[in-house]
């Protein structure tokens, strides 16, 4: 007879935007060193490492905004949607017309 079961340990959920960043910066240090290897001005190559570097920046921004809206997503999906005004459950509260009747009868 075993102990308990236990869940597997869980992987940790790989951060896909930072592996995009870093491997962005490495580009704007990389290219400028290579433009110049070969041939290119070391201004050009400098102004060229500036729009890389502000390319990154925005892009970088961009997919942390766009996880924190991932992120808010799921939150809403998996919070119950509670109907309008937050009131729960179907009955006389809700307003409008009611069924039966409250009028005198002749």
């Known amino acids: 007879m075993s102990g308990p079961r236990t869940a597997p340990p869980q992987r940790p959920v790989p951060d896909t935007a930072s592996d995009v ?3 962005a910066v490495f580009s704007c240090a990389l290219v400028p060193v ?3 290897w070969y041939g290119t001005s070391i201004a050009g190559a400098i102004s060229t490492a500036l729009g890389l570097a502000t390319i990154t920046w ?3 921004l961009l997919l942390r905004e766009s996880e924190r809206g ?4 799921a939150a809403e999906e998996r919070a119950p949607h509670r109907g309008r005004h937050s009131r729960t459950g179907t009955g006389a509260h809700r307003g409008g017309r009611h069924s039966g009747g409250s009028t005198p009868v002749d």
């Open 70 to 73: 991932a992120a808010r997503l």
């Open 58 to 60: 925005v892009c970088r």
């Open 21 to 23: 960043v870093r491997w």
């Open 34 to 36: 290579v433009l110049v």
